[in-house]
């Protein structure tokens, strides 16, 4: 009913950006919280940051200053600016497009590695 595709993972050097973005479409709605999960090999998947439609963004402690959630709700779409790339950061990052807990949806992931 939801479709996300992303978009903007790669490979850079600590200390560089990249920007994902996560296009949504299907059956939306126009209250919503759109977000960025990451899960890096043998951890479990964390909260980067999410931005409700209202307006409000939550971060990580780890990615705060570093990373700027922002939205464009005329376009279904949510991006991800992130600054200061460290190793730690690298993990593939999901999209999450959450309405309430039976309609809560996923993209594929994108990669995102930080060499030192």
């Known amino acids: 009913q939801v479709q996300l595709v992303e978009s903007g993972g790669g490979l850079v050097q600590a200390g560089g950006s990249l920007r994902l973005s996560c296009a949504a479409s299907?059956?939306?709605?126009?209250?919503?919280?759109m977000g960025w999960y990451r899960q890096a090999p043998g951890k479990q998947r964390e909260l980067v940051a999410a931005?409700?439609?209202?307006?409000?963004?939550n971060y990580a402690d780890s990615v705060k200053g570093r990373f700027t959630i922002s939205r464009d709700n005329a376009k279904n779409t949510v991006y991800l600016q992130m600054n200061s790339l460290k190793p730690e950061d690298t993990a593939v990052y999901y999209c999450?497009?959450?309405?309430?807990?039976?309609?809560?949806?996923w993209g594929q992931g994108t990669q995102v590695t930080v060499s030192s």
């Open positions: 931005s409700t439609s209202g307006g409000t963004t």
């Open positions: 299907g059956r939306l709605f126009s209250i919503n919280t």
């Open positions: 999450n497009y959450y309405i309430s807990f039976d309609l809560n949806y």
